[in-house]
Structures are given as structure tokens and as C-alpha cells.
């Protein structure tokens, strides 16, 4: 899916700003639901799901397996979008290191709440641990009414978090995760960088992120307010999405995800 032809990239200061037209948003919105879906189940899972009913001799659907996955809670549907989102556009901003990272909106315990970890987080690794080996953690905020001011700030706030302790505690349950589910591709990812100094695998890049989902109706108050509030960005890099008529947009495309 290509997300960075459909938006204008521009910068106000040191913030970097991605915009999308209306006409962008209509052409773009087409091709979102199924990426979306299989950000949160993917068809192995899906047909895993309905070959056990079968056999325990009942059944269930396709959309009942999906609709029991993805978010209905209208909080948690904006802010899964500003992630879901911000994860597409940064693993292509990326790709040039073929930077990649999980869904771990598939490891979910509650559809209608949000995960406590990193938001997005993706790895460049070669296959000879380097110091040009890339991990890009990024805090996403979203921003879709005006009752809802002061999101970019919580995002830097976030990235701050990330930077300080929380990205680490995202690798070990990322570990977690991968060693339950055999994933030794990710597992062999993650233990580069959790391991850098115990395995010697040396010094890595890490990238910062502080990004912004947002109605482009309030780009310039939430870039204003960031810029109040924090006058030096230092190692967190700030990034701005700006969507036409954003709740409109993500409540379609929920409403689109398909169900068989």
C-alpha cells in the first residue's frame, strides 16, 4: 500500500508536515479497509478460527470472526487510526532501509481499549549486526474534534517516554510475544537491539518520533502549541498528517473493513 504519493510533504520549522487533498483522501480511502483489517487478524488466524468451530461441530462467520477483532469504541477507533496510520506512512518513509516492525494491534487482550507500548516501532537490520542497524520508535496522537486540543504536545510527551524507558519494555514484550507465537524472524530482530551489549552486538541507531494525526482544520493550533510548549525537540523528530474531514474519513473506513 502507498501512502506518501497521496500527501503534499512540506515542514513549518522543524516539524515535518505530511497534507492530503480531499480529492487525495477520496481516491485514497478505497484502499485502506483491508490493510487495516489485516492490521488486526490476518486470513491465517481468520481460517484458524473457523476450522475449529467446525470441528467442535458449530460455526461461526468470517464477519463474526473480524467484527470481534476490530475496534467499535469511537476513542479507540481514532486513535488505532492515527497508529494504524503513522505505521504505514513511517515503513514507507523508511523503505529505503527496508525498515519493517509487527502489527501488535493483532495482540490485542481488548479490541476497545488502547495498547500501553510503543505505538509504532520498526527495525533495519542487516544480516551482520552493524551500528548502522535502525530501530524508529514513534508515539502517534490523534486529533479529529476541537475538544481534543493539545494532542501533538502529548505526543512529544510520549516520544519522551519512549526515549527514557518505555521502547525498552515494548522489545521484552515484543520477545514475549514472538518466542509464543515461534516468530524467529522477529525474535532474531528484537534481540539485536535488546541484546546490543550482553551478545556484543554493538552501538545502533535509534530514531525518535512524535507524530501527529490530525484534522487539517487544526495542523497550525497544534503546531503552535507544540512550539510553545517545547522550544527544543533535541533527539525526538516531530511529524504532522494532516486529513480533510478526518472523523468522517476513519469512520468510513472502519465501516468499510471487510467481513468476508
Request: charged residues 25%; negative net charge; contains cysteine.
Amino acid at each position: 500500500m502507498e501512502i506518501l504519493k497521496h500527501l503534499a510533504k512540506t515542514a513549518s520549522g522543524s516539524v515535518i508536515i505530511y497534507r492530503m487533498t480531499s480529492s487525495e483522501a477520496a481516491v485514497f480511502a478505497a484502499g485502506l479497509p483491508s490493510a487495516f483489517r489485516d492490521c488486526y487478524i490476518d486470513n491465517g488466524e481468520i481460517n484458524s478460527a473457523l476450522t475449529r468451530a467446525s470441528a467442535g461441530g458449530g460455526t461461526i462467520s468470517r464477519g463474526e470472526v473480524i467484527s470481534n477483532t476490530v475496534p467499535d469504541n469511537p476513542s479507540v477507533m481514532s486513535g488505532d487510526f492515527g497508529e494504524i496510520f503513522s505505521y504505514f506512512l513511517l515503513k514507507e518513509a523508511y523503505a529505503s532501509r527496508s525498515a519493517d516492525g509487527p502489527k501488535k494491534w493483532r495482540w490485542k487482550i481488548d479490541r476497545n481499549r488502547p495498547l500501553n507500548k510503543t505505538d509504532v516501532v520498526l527495525f533495519s537490520v542487516g544480516n551482520v549486526s552493524s551500528p548502522s542497524d535502525l530501530i524508529v520508535a514513534a508515539e502517534s496522537k490523534s486529533r479529529a474534534t476541537a475538544g481534543s486540543a493539545g494532542q501533538f504536545v502529548e505526543a512529544f510527551k510520549g516520544a519522551e517516554t519512549d526515549r527514557a524507558s518505555r521502547l525498552a519494555k515494548t522489545l521484552i514484550w515484543f520477545k514475549e510475544k514472538a518466542t509464543r507465537g515461534g516468530d524467529t524472524e522477529l525474535l532474531s530482530k528484537i534481540k539485536r537491539f535488546i541484546y546490543s551489549l550482553e551478545d556484543g552486538n554493538g552501538p545502533y541507531e535509534k530514531n525518535f518520533m512524535a507524530v501527529l494525526v490530525t484534522d487539517i482544520n487544526f495542523e497550525t493550533d497544534e503546531i503552535n502549541r507544540l512550539n510553545t510548549a517545547v522550544q527544543d525537540f533535541g533527539e525526538i523528530e516531530a511529524v504532522v498528517i494532516s486529513i480533510p474531514n478526518m472523523k468522517d474519513f476513519y469512520e468510513h473506513l472502519f465501516a468499510e473493513v471487510p467481513t468476508t
